[in-house]
Protein backbone atom coordinates (compact mmCIF):
# COMPACT_ATOMS: atom_id res chain seq x y z
CA UNK A 1 0.00 0.00 0.00
CA UNK A 2 1.14 3.39 -0.72
CA UNK A 3 3.10 5.41 2.25
CA UNK A 4 2.24 8.86 0.39
CA UNK A 5 -0.12 11.39 2.06
CA UNK A 6 -3.71 11.30 0.37
CA UNK A 7 -5.96 14.18 0.55
CA UNK A 8 -8.66 14.34 2.84
CA UNK A 9 -10.84 14.90 0.15
CA UNK A 10 -10.17 11.25 -1.31
CA UNK A 11 -10.41 10.22 1.98
CA UNK A 12 -14.10 12.05 2.63
CA UNK A 13 -15.10 10.01 -0.81
CA UNK A 14 -14.20 6.59 0.28
CA UNK A 15 -17.04 5.49 2.30
CA UNK A 16 -19.36 6.44 -0.98
CA UNK A 17 -17.35 4.61 -2.91
CA UNK A 18 -17.49 1.57 -0.40
CA UNK A 19 -21.80 2.54 0.59
CA UNK A 20 -21.97 1.87 -4.05
CA UNK A 21 -19.73 -1.12 -3.75
CA UNK A 22 -21.58 -2.89 -0.98
CA UNK A 23 -25.05 -2.06 -2.51
CA UNK A 24 -23.66 -3.64 -5.98
CA UNK A 25 -22.21 -6.91 -3.95
CA UNK A 26 -25.89 -7.19 -2.22
CA UNK A 27 -27.49 -7.04 -6.06
CA UNK A 28 -24.87 -9.86 -7.29
CA UNK A 29 -22.91 -7.13 -9.73
CA UNK A 30 -19.47 -8.73 -9.90
CA UNK A 31 -17.24 -6.45 -11.92
CA UNK A 32 -17.99 -2.70 -13.13
CA UNK A 33 -16.71 0.23 -15.33
CA UNK A 34 -15.53 3.45 -13.94
CA UNK A 35 -18.12 5.08 -16.20
CA UNK A 36 -21.01 2.43 -14.71
CA UNK A 37 -20.04 3.71 -11.35
CA UNK A 38 -19.21 7.22 -12.38
CA UNK A 39 -23.32 7.17 -13.59
CA UNK A 40 -24.41 5.66 -10.33
CA UNK A 41 -22.10 8.14 -7.92
CA UNK A 42 -22.29 10.95 -10.37
CA UNK A 43 -18.44 11.78 -9.98
CA UNK A 44 -16.91 12.02 -13.22
CA UNK A 45 -15.48 8.46 -14.40
CA UNK A 46 -11.53 9.99 -14.02
CA UNK A 47 -12.38 11.28 -10.53
CA UNK A 48 -12.62 7.63 -9.68
CA UNK A 49 -9.56 6.59 -11.72
CA UNK A 50 -7.87 9.58 -9.88
CA UNK A 51 -9.25 8.53 -6.54
CA UNK A 52 -8.30 4.90 -6.71
CA UNK A 53 -5.08 5.42 -8.49
CA UNK A 54 -4.03 6.94 -4.89
CA UNK A 55 -4.14 3.31 -3.45
CA UNK A 56 -2.41 1.46 -6.62
CA UNK A 57 -5.97 1.80 -9.07
CA UNK A 58 -7.64 -2.02 -8.53
CA UNK A 59 -8.87 -1.21 -12.30
CA UNK A 60 -8.10 -3.50 -15.29
CA UNK A 61 -8.10 -1.98 -18.79
CA UNK A 62 -11.21 -3.78 -20.65
CA UNK A 63 -12.51 -5.11 -17.57
CA UNK A 64 -13.07 -2.31 -14.69
CA UNK A 65 -13.32 -2.97 -11.19
CA UNK A 66 -14.01 -6.23 -9.76
CA UNK A 67 -16.69 -5.03 -7.33
CA UNK A 68 -15.97 -8.24 -4.13
CA UNK A 69 -12.11 -6.96 -4.32
CA UNK A 70 -12.69 -3.42 -4.44
CA UNK A 71 -14.72 -3.40 -1.39
CA UNK A 72 -12.31 -5.28 0.56
CA UNK A 73 -9.56 -3.17 -0.30
CA UNK A 74 -11.39 0.01 0.29
CA UNK A 75 -12.41 -1.74 3.55
CA UNK A 76 -8.84 -2.36 4.42
CA UNK A 77 -7.47 1.31 3.75
CA UNK A 78 -10.63 2.37 5.81
CA UNK A 79 -9.54 0.26 8.35
CA UNK A 80 -12.37 -2.01 8.82
CA UNK A 81 -11.35 -5.22 8.28
CA UNK A 82 -10.49 -4.82 11.98
CA UNK A 83 -13.37 -4.25 14.74
CA UNK A 84 -13.37 -0.90 15.94
CA UNK A 85 -13.94 -0.41 19.87
CA UNK A 86 -16.76 2.80 20.73
CA UNK A 87 -17.63 3.64 23.65
CA UNK A 88 -20.42 6.75 24.07
CA UNK A 89 -19.98 9.66 26.36
CA UNK A 90 -22.91 11.28 27.22
CA UNK A 91 -26.47 9.47 27.02
CA UNK A 92 -28.47 12.51 26.50
CA UNK A 93 -30.68 12.94 23.17
CA UNK A 94 -27.46 12.42 20.77
CA UNK A 95 -25.83 10.12 22.80
CA UNK A 96 -29.17 7.80 23.52
CA UNK A 97 -29.75 7.76 19.10
CA UNK A 98 -26.23 6.94 18.31
CA UNK A 99 -26.40 3.93 20.86
CA UNK A 100 -29.70 2.84 19.36
CA UNK A 101 -28.22 2.48 15.96
CA UNK A 102 -26.80 -0.61 14.75
CA UNK A 103 -23.24 0.16 13.78
CA UNK A 104 -21.82 -3.73 14.13
CA UNK A 105 -22.39 -4.13 10.46
CA UNK A 106 -19.64 -1.58 9.89
CA UNK A 107 -17.26 -3.38 11.95
CA UNK A 108 -17.91 -0.87 15.57
CA UNK A 109 -18.60 -1.85 18.12
CA UNK A 110 -20.29 0.17 20.95
CA UNK A 111 -18.96 -1.00 24.41
CA UNK A 112 -20.07 1.23 26.56
CA UNK A 113 -22.19 4.51 27.56
CA UNK A 114 -21.59 6.68 30.37
CA UNK A 115 -23.06 9.67 31.91
CA UNK A 116 -22.97 11.56 35.21
CA UNK A 117 -26.42 11.86 35.65
CA UNK A 118 -28.48 9.48 37.93
CA UNK A 119 -31.15 9.40 36.37
CA UNK A 120 -30.23 7.71 33.17
CA UNK A 121 -27.88 5.67 34.75
CA UNK A 122 -28.94 2.22 35.12
CA UNK A 123 -30.88 3.12 32.11
CA UNK A 124 -31.00 0.65 28.76
CA UNK A 125 -30.31 1.64 25.50
CA UNK A 126 -29.43 0.01 22.47
CA UNK A 127 -28.98 -3.18 24.71
CA UNK A 128 -26.43 -1.37 26.76
CA UNK A 129 -27.28 -0.26 30.37
CA UNK A 130 -25.75 3.43 30.61
CA UNK A 131 -22.88 3.34 33.16
CA UNK A 132 -21.79 6.19 35.61
CA UNK A 133 -18.54 8.01 34.06
CA UNK A 134 -15.86 6.44 36.96
CA UNK A 135 -16.38 3.40 35.15
CA UNK A 136 -14.77 4.47 32.00
CA UNK A 137 -11.38 3.84 32.71
CA UNK A 138 -11.99 0.50 33.84
CA UNK A 139 -14.30 -0.23 30.59
CA UNK A 140 -11.88 1.38 28.14
CA UNK A 141 -8.59 -0.40 29.71
CA UNK A 142 -10.45 -4.05 30.14
CA UNK A 143 -11.92 -4.26 26.59
CA UNK A 144 -9.21 -2.83 24.37
CA UNK A 145 -11.80 0.23 23.51
CA UNK A 146 -10.27 2.97 20.84
CA UNK A 147 -12.85 5.47 19.44
CA UNK A 148 -15.05 7.51 22.11
CA UNK A 149 -17.94 9.70 20.74
CA UNK A 150 -17.99 12.40 23.00
CA UNK A 151 -22.20 13.69 22.76
CA UNK A 152 -22.02 15.69 26.12
CA UNK A 153 -22.10 19.42 26.79
CA UNK A 154 -19.03 21.58 25.25
CA UNK A 155 -18.00 22.53 28.55
CA UNK A 156 -17.25 18.95 29.64
CA UNK A 157 -15.69 17.66 26.28
CA UNK A 158 -12.52 18.79 26.24
CA UNK A 159 -11.96 17.36 29.92
CA UNK A 160 -13.19 14.11 28.85
CA UNK A 161 -11.36 14.13 26.07
CA UNK A 162 -7.78 14.41 28.12
CA UNK A 163 -8.65 11.67 30.49
CA UNK A 164 -9.57 9.38 27.86
CA UNK A 165 -6.15 9.95 25.97
CA UNK A 166 -4.81 9.14 29.54
CA UNK A 167 -6.65 5.84 29.39
CA UNK A 168 -5.34 5.52 25.36
CA UNK A 169 -7.93 6.31 23.41
CA UNK A 170 -6.68 7.45 20.33
CA UNK A 171 -9.69 8.46 18.46
CA UNK A 172 -12.26 11.05 19.14
CA UNK A 173 -15.91 11.45 17.31
CA UNK A 174 -16.63 14.91 18.81
CA UNK A 175 -20.24 16.12 18.48
CA UNK A 176 -19.85 18.85 20.85
CA UNK A 177 -18.97 22.33 19.24
CA UNK A 178 -16.02 22.79 20.39
CA UNK A 179 -12.84 22.21 18.68
CA UNK A 180 -10.46 19.62 20.58
CA UNK A 181 -7.33 20.18 20.65
CA UNK A 182 -5.50 17.52 22.52
CA UNK A 183 -1.74 17.77 22.97
CA UNK A 184 -0.76 13.52 22.18
CA UNK A 185 -0.03 14.03 17.95
CA UNK A 186 -1.20 10.10 17.35
CA UNK A 187 -4.99 11.64 18.23
CA UNK A 188 -7.32 11.66 15.73
CA UNK A 189 -10.29 13.92 15.97
CA UNK A 190 -13.72 13.88 13.42
CA UNK A 191 -16.05 16.48 14.35
CA UNK A 192 -19.59 16.18 13.42
CA UNK A 193 -21.35 19.22 12.56
CA UNK A 194 -25.25 18.22 12.14
CA UNK A 195 -26.16 22.48 12.13
CA UNK A 196 -23.21 23.28 9.68
CA UNK A 197 -24.42 20.14 7.28
CA UNK A 198 -28.21 22.01 7.45
CA UNK A 199 -26.49 25.55 6.85
CA UNK A 200 -24.61 24.15 3.64
CA UNK A 201 -28.74 23.02 2.86
CA UNK A 202 -30.10 26.07 3.53
CA UNK A 203 -27.41 28.12 1.35
CA UNK A 204 -28.00 25.65 -1.65
CA UNK A 205 -31.80 26.38 -1.15
CA UNK A 206 -31.53 29.78 -0.96
CA UNK A 207 -29.47 29.66 -4.54
CA UNK A 208 -32.26 27.85 -6.08
CA UNK A 209 -34.82 30.64 -4.77
CA UNK A 210 -32.46 33.19 -6.11
CA UNK A 211 -32.47 31.77 -9.81
CA UNK A 212 -36.48 31.46 -9.58
P1 LIG B 1 -28.25 16.35 26.17
O1 LIG B 1 -28.27 17.45 27.19
O2 LIG B 1 -29.50 15.66 25.85
O3 LIG B 1 -27.18 15.26 26.64
C1 LIG B 1 -25.93 15.55 27.21
C2 LIG B 1 -25.65 14.46 28.20
O4 LIG B 1 -24.33 14.64 28.69
C3 LIG B 1 -26.59 14.50 29.42
O5 LIG B 1 -27.16 13.21 29.63
C4 LIG B 1 -25.68 14.90 30.57
O6 LIG B 1 -26.05 14.33 31.80
C5 LIG B 1 -24.34 14.35 30.09
N1 LIG B 1 -23.19 14.97 30.72
C6 LIG B 1 -23.02 16.27 31.10
N2 LIG B 1 -21.82 16.43 31.65
C7 LIG B 1 -21.21 15.22 31.64
C8 LIG B 1 -19.96 14.73 32.10
N3 LIG B 1 -19.06 15.54 32.66
N4 LIG B 1 -19.69 13.44 31.94
C9 LIG B 1 -20.59 12.58 31.37
N5 LIG B 1 -21.79 12.99 30.92
C10 LIG B 1 -22.09 14.28 31.06
O7 LIG B 1 -27.59 16.98 24.89
P2 LIG B 1 -27.66 16.42 23.39
O8 LIG B 1 -28.78 17.07 22.69
O9 LIG B 1 -27.56 14.96 23.39
O10 LIG B 1 -26.31 17.03 22.81
C11 LIG B 1 -25.06 16.53 23.27
C12 LIG B 1 -23.92 17.37 22.73
O11 LIG B 1 -23.94 17.32 21.32
C13 LIG B 1 -23.99 18.85 23.09
O12 LIG B 1 -22.68 19.33 23.23
C14 LIG B 1 -24.66 19.47 21.88
O13 LIG B 1 -24.31 20.83 21.72
C15 LIG B 1 -24.05 18.64 20.80
N6 LIG B 1 -24.82 18.51 19.58
C16 LIG B 1 -24.11 18.46 18.46
C17 LIG B 1 -24.71 18.28 17.28
C18 LIG B 1 -23.82 18.21 16.09
O14 LIG B 1 -24.27 18.13 14.98
N7 LIG B 1 -22.53 18.22 16.30
C19 LIG B 1 -26.10 18.18 17.19
C20 LIG B 1 -26.83 18.22 18.35
C21 LIG B 1 -26.18 18.38 19.56
Do not use: C
Not at 14 to 43: A, F, T, W
Not at 98 to 103: G, P
Not at 181 to 198: D, I
Amino acid sequence: MSEKEISSAVIKRLPRYYRYLGELLRNNVDRISSQELSKKMNVTASQIRQDLNNFGGFGQQGYGYNVEYLHTEIAKILGLDQENKLIIVGAGNLGQALANYDFSKKGFRIIGIFDINEEVIGKEIGGLVVQHIDKMKEVVEENGVNMAALTVPKTAAKGIAKSLVEYGIRAFWNFASIDLQLSKEEVVVENVHLAESLMRLSYNVNKQRNKE
